[in-house]
C-alpha cells in the first residue's frame, strides 16, 4: 500500500471511530465552529496544536508557519487574525514558539535554508537585538532554546501592535495575548508573556 493510500485508511478509521463515541458528532461539528483561541504556532510536524492542549477540532482556530512569525506585511497570517479577532471573536491569541525550533536553530548557526532565509530575518533581528544576553550562554543549544523563546515573545509583541487588537482593546473587548514555548522533550508547555490591553497585566516570566 502506498503511503498516500495508507493516509486514506488511516482517514476511514479515525471517522468510524469518532462516529462511534458520538454518532452525531460530525453533524454537530459542520453546523458551527465557536472557538475561543488562536493558535499562531510553528510548522514543525512534532507540534500538533489541539492534540498537546487536549482540544477537539471545532476548539480551536489555527495559523502555522515556520518559526511561528507574525509580520506586520503577512496578507495570510494577519487575515487570520482578523477573522479570529473580529468574526469569531476569540478571546485568546496564543503565539507558540517550540525548543530546538529548526528555523531559529538555523539562524543561530548561520545556515542557508533557501526561499526560509528571507522568512528568517525577524529572528536574526532578535538575534542581533539580545546578542549580549545571548553571548552569556555557553552552550549553543542554550541560545537556541532561549531565542526560541525571546522569538515568541517578539512575535505575540506584533500581534498586540495590529489594528485588530488593539481596535478589540480600544472597545473593552476580552482579548489576550499569549506567548507560549513547547518542550519536545517532556511535552509540557509554559507560558512567557501575557497581554490584555492593560499595561498592568504585562507578564515576561523570564526576564
Keep these: 500500500m502506498s503511503e498516500i493510500k495508507v493516509l486514506f485508511e488511516n482517514n476511514k478509521k479515525w471517522s468510524l471511530r469518532m462516529k462511534r463515541n458520538d454518532p452525531l458528532y460530525f453533524q454537530k461539528l459542520s453546523l458551527l465552529q465557536e472557538p475561543q483561541f488562536l493558535w499562531i504556532g510553528c ?89 549580549p544576553e545571548l553571548k552569556q550562554l555557553r552552550k549553543k543549544m542554550d541560545k537556541i532554546d532561549r531565542l526560541c523563546e525571546l522569538n515568541a515573545i517578539q512575535q505575540a509583541q506584533n500581534v498586540c501592535q495590529t489594528k485588530f487588537v488593539q481596535r478589540a482593546w480600544k472597545a473593552k473587548k476580552t482579548l489576550s495575548i499569549h506567548a507560549w514555548i513547547y518542550n519536545l522533550r517532556d511535552g509540557l508547555i509554559k507560558e512567557l508573556y501575557v497581554y490584555s490591553g492593560n499595561h498592568n497585566s504585562m507578564k515576561n516570566m523570564l526576564i
Excluded: T
Excluded at 85 to 93: N, Q, S
Design 43 to 131: 510548522s514543525d510536524s512534532r507540534v500538533p496544536a489541539n492534540e498537546i492542549i487536549g482540544l477537539f477540532p471545532g476548539e480551536l482556530f489555527v495559523h502555522r508557519n515556520i518559526a511561528n512569525i507574525v509580520y506586520a506585511n503577512d496578507i495570510n497570517c494577519l487575515s487570520v487574525l482578523q477573522y479570529a479577532v473580529e468574526v469569531l471573536k476569540v478571546k485568546h491569541v496564543i503565539v507558540c514558539g517550540h525548543y530546538n525550533c529548526g528555523g531559529v536553530k538555523a539562524v543561530v548557526e548561520s545556515r542557508k535554508l533557501g526561499r526560509a532565509d528571507a522568512w528568517l530575518k525577524s529572528i536574526r533581528d532578535i538575534m542581533i537585538q539580545n546578542a
